[in-house]
């Protein structure tokens, strides 16, 4: 399969997804009963994705890392989900969502996928709601909804703080309605290892099971099924710290990537702009808060360097300082959309305040996120109504409660104390490369949610990864993975006793042993670290061209330090291994961390996420390269971890969409 044919339907943008649907090979329910899928992860996008297949009739293998589905890092998301349903009479509708979408993600993503994504978006919330999800709520009963980055209008659905971890459990009682009829068999505590391969009739090879490890016994077992989907989640935790919880990793994605699938975009990272700053050497994550917060919280720095000082030394505080004497860079600088700006512009506006020596804490890497004018306008027991579990997360974690009174001005006006934030590592819009139907380059392998690549571009607009997930794994998937399945029912269930899961499974316990038997000097999670500098230096948030080949031949180095000084103790064979797993892993970021190089090295121009210093506007801005980079970069493994990979171009193609110079200004 060819980037090039992406099976993208025919005719407008808008009629696309009915025209697929009304010309799509089915599967009649009693086929379906002779049909089974694996569905690798139980986030939004997999725990959507396996209850809604098998609740057609599909035979459903379902696999975690974690003890318990509803564990799956889609928990942790905060502010809520975006939605084209206009209850806010506010102007929104399906093509303002797909717009907004594709000018987010500075025209880097396929038209027809993000259409799609913002059609179906509302019936989301209507299968939500039906679930139970407690979405919060209007005096009289009615959806509630806010802004978020990008975007002129209220779209955004949420509850209070926690709306990943509410629609997750929604997914989730799916999910066990089907686990207690038996249609889907639930795995807790298994992680993918291989994916295995099997020569049809007509000698094509399609994705036909895995290899997953029992994390508790420490065995690796072999599963069988007519197709294959992952939904994995992204590779933030290349770069060690991030916001992702510290089990998410590339795995099961490089696992596909070796065995044939495309890795598309992979140097598209998004950097979070409100984060809680770096406190240490010995931090193992980094702490998100909300975009929402952003509704009513205002970033600033000091006007006045001298006043920056004061408060890196500690002689002042951010109440301290008074209003007059305040920059709020971003309603200063993008007066269109004020502090509503997306992240990628969000993050490299903080990051040139503090490199221009404006920073507001001890390191000079932060800046104020303050909500005084919304606690005087509104009063604090609305503002806690909408962030209070983000305040009380923000007071745990640094002792400094930013709903509290610090002073009353000589100006009169009462000063709470403000938040400090600052960009990190958050989302990857790249991912596994995925056609129209989300099937990748490997016949019978499919690829849903974050780790795909399909409807970002090269920055996601907060509140898109939900709408993306659930679209995906409820109502996208179900339809495009029968198109696939039709021509395989007349393929009988699969037996694992074959020479390609005996080589797949021989492949793992190889490798496993190869890293036991190393007994170097030096633990995983040091050399993680020492990865993540590397990232963070040079693959960032700023990059240029002699720092990523500076950071691939540094990427080398650290391989060979790894392949010969690393310690993971404990025998072959034992139970469980923490550590030996997270040196699987391991192995895999650092292939992972040469792919993002390998991409931004490529690719001459900044757009995005993705922000080259040799290719920026007089002001700062991302300046794009639509002649030359117009299109979707696809990187071919070439059978060796230690071979630069081969760049094929998907081009892309708008019909609906003027590509111009994304403006938040005006």
């Known amino acids: 399969m060819n980037p090039a044919d992406s099976k993208i339907p025919e005719g407008p943008v808008a009629d696309k997804w009915t025209n697929y649907k009304a010309h799509q090979k089915l599967v009649n329910p009693a086929n379906k009963r002779r049909l089974d899928i694996i569905v690798v992860g139980t986030g939004l996008a997999g725990a959507s994705a396996a209850s809604t297949l098998a609740e057609m009739g599909f035979n459903v293998l379902n696999f975690c890392i974690q003890d318990s589905p509803r564990r799956a890092h889609s928990i942790a998301a905060q502010g809520g989900i975006n939605a084209a349903k206009n209850y806010q009479n506010d102007g929104d509708s399906v093509y303002r969502l797909f717009y907004d979408t594709v000018k987010g993600g500075d025209y880097r993503a396929r038209e027809a996928n993000v259409y799609r994504l913002a059609e179906v978006s509302n019936n989301i919330i209507d299968q939500c709601v039906a679930q139970g999800v407690p979405f919060a709520r209007e005096y009289g009963g009615l959806l509630a909804n806010r802004s978020f980055g990008g975007a002129q209008v209220s779209r955004t659905f949420y509850a209070k703080g926690q709306t990943g971890q509410q629609l997750l459990l929604g997914a989730y009682s799916s999910l066990n309605r089907q686990i207690q009829a038996g249609k889907v068999k639930s795995y807790n505590r298994y992680e993918m290892h291989e994916l295995v391969l099997i020569k049809d009739k007509d000698g094509v090879e399609r994705a036909r099971g895995i290899i997953a490890k029992n994390l508790v016994t420490g065995k690796f077992e072999r599963f069988a099924a007519h197709a294959v989907v992952i939904a994995t989640g992204g590779y933030g935790n290349t770069y060690f710290l991030s916001t992702n919880a510290m089990g998410c990793n590339v795995s099961a994605a490089m696992a596909c990537y070796r065995k044939g699938a495309y890795f598309a975009n992979p140097a598209f990272v998004q950097i979070h702009p409100t984060c809680i700053p770096v406190h240490g050497d010995k931090q193992s994550k980094l702490t998100l808060m909300s975009e929402s917060l952003r509704n009513d919280g205002r970033i600033w720095v000091p006007k006045k360097l001298e006043d920056a000082k004061r408060l890196q030394s500690g002689e002042i505080k951010g109440s301290d300082i008074p209003e007059a004497d305040r920059d709020y860079y971003l309603?200063?600088?993008?007066?269109?959309?004020?502090?509503?700006?997306?992240?990628?512009?969000?993050?490299?506006?903080?990051?040139?305040?503090?490199?221009?020596?404006?920073?507001?804490?001890?390191?000079?890497?932060?800046?104020?996120?303050?909500?005084?004018?919304?606690?005087?306008?509104?009063?604090?027991?609305?503002?806690?109504?909408r962030y209070g579990n983000l305040f009380d997360m923000y007071e745990e974690i640094t002792d400094v409660n930013p709903g509290e009174l610090a002073k009353v001005g000589e100006?009169?006006?009462?000063?709470?104390?403000?938040?400090?934030?600052?960009?990190?590592?958050?989302?990857?819009?790249?991912?596994?490369?995925?056609?129209?139907?989300?099937?990748?380059?490997?016949?019978?392998?499919?690829?849903i949610g974050e780790c795909n690549f399909s409807d970002h571009g090269a920055n996601r607009l907060g509140a898109s990864a939900l709408m993306q997930g659930l679209a995906d794994g409820y109502f996208v998937l179900p339809y495009t993975i029968q198109n696939y399945l039709s021509d395989q029912i007349t393929v009988p269930h699969f037996t694992t006793d074959t020479p390609e899961f005996d080589a797949a499974e021989k492949k793992c316990v190889a490798e496993e042993e190869r890293l036991i038997n190393i007994k170097g000097q030096r633990s995983v999670d040091s050399i993680h670290k020492e990865l993540g500098h590397i990232m963070w230096e040079y693959v960032g948030m700023a990059r240029d061209k002699e720092g990523l080949q500076k950071a691939i031949t540094m990427l080398d180095d650290l391989r060979k330090e790894f392949n010969t000084n690393l310690y993971v103790p404990g025998t072959v064979g034992e139970s469980m291994n923490v550590e030996l797993d997270k040196a699987f892993r391991l192995n895999d970021f650092i292939t992972m961390g040469k792919l993002i190089a390998y991409d931004a090295l490529n690719r001459n121009e900044s757009c995005g996420g993705h922000f080259r210093t040799e290719y920026q506007t007089e002001e700062g801005e991302a300046k794009r390269d639509d002649e030359n980079y117009f299109y979707v970069s696809c990187w071919e493994y070439e059978g060796s971890d230690e071979k630069a990979p081969e760049l094929i171009k998907e081009t892309l193609e708008y019909e609906a969409i003027k590509v111009q110079t994304r403006n938040y200004k005006s």
């Open 411 to 447: 100006d009169g006006l009462n000063y709470y104390n403000p938040m400090m934030i600052f960009p990190a590592i958050h989302y990857t819009m790249g991912g596994i490369w995925v056609d129209y139907e989300l099937q990748t380059s490997v016949k019978g392998l499919f690829a």
């Open 331 to 385: 309603e200063r600088r993008y007066p269109a959309f004020g502090n509503l700006v997306p992240r990628d512009v969000a993050s490299r506006a903080a990051k040139e305040r503090c490199d221009h020596g404006f920073g507001v804490n001890n390191t000079g890497l932060a800046v104020f996120l303050d909500f005084s004018e919304a606690i005087n306008r509104l009063g604090i027991d609305v503002v806690r109504q």
